[in-house]
């Protein structure tokens, strides 16, 4: 036969202190409290969770399509896709601190589009590469989208001229780095030619 224990509460009407204290819901210090300081043994999400992203990518349409030149920028760089940027066109910059122009690309028609490279380059390669760019005082960084060659569209850092002064011719030895990459990625020269045509009638008419 089983031992009946005596009920301390029975016939009472108020809870002994302790028991009300167990009761009584928490005030709202101490329900931020227990937000704020998980019990012992919650599982802690990887701290691979909260790092940057290892890898980004890059679109490149000037200079920085010559493999040699993004190898001395970005060591860890690995070329990826052909990929065109559709609605802008390709243009020479004059930056208002010197009379050579420096690629970067312009909105205009819808028709219009520049071809270039995406790069696949660690984070830290990125920020170098923002100090050659001259990031944000030259060219500043931006997030746009770019088509590939499978029909695929894809968002990729892109670098654009600031501030925007005018168009200039740029320098032979600047104009053959690019072609060097447009033969490597085999890229089409037609915008290339334009936007070159654009920089000397411009350098004319001065």
């Known amino acids: 036969m089983s031992r009946r224990y005596p009920n301390p509460l029975a016939g009472t009407t108020k809870l002994p202190v302790r028991a009300e204290q167990r009761l009584r819901p928490a005030t709202a210090p101490a329900q931020a409290e227990l937000r704020l300081r998980p019990p012992a043994g919650l599982y802690a999400p990887p701290v691979e969770r909260l790092r940057p992203p290892l890898t980004t990518t890059v679109f490149s349409y000037g200079s920085n399509l010559d493999p040699e030149q993004m190898a001395a920028r970005c060591p860890s760089a690995k070329p990826g896709p052909e990929a065109r940027m559709y609605g802008y066109r390709l243009a020479f910059g004059h930056r208002g601190c010197g009379r050579s122009g ?32 001259g990031v944000p005082n030259v060219y ?56 070159l045509r654009e920089a000397s009638n411009r350098e004319v008419a001065r």
Not at 103 to 120: H, L, M, N
């Open 102 to 133: 420096t690629a970067t690309i312009r909105g205009a028609t819808p028709g219009s589009w520049v071809p270039g490279r995406i790069w696949q380059i660690s984070a830290a390669d990125l920020l170098m590469l923002d100090l050659y760019e």
């Open 140 to 195: 500043r960084r931006v997030r746009l989208e770019v088509a590939l060659a499978t029909g695929r569209v894809a968002e990729t850092w892109v670098y654009v001229i600031v501030p925007w002064v005018g168009v200039a011719p740029p320098d032979p030895g600047y104009v053959d780095r690019i072609i060097a990459g447009y033969k490597t990625a085999k890229l089409s020269f037609a915008p290339l030619i334009d936007a």
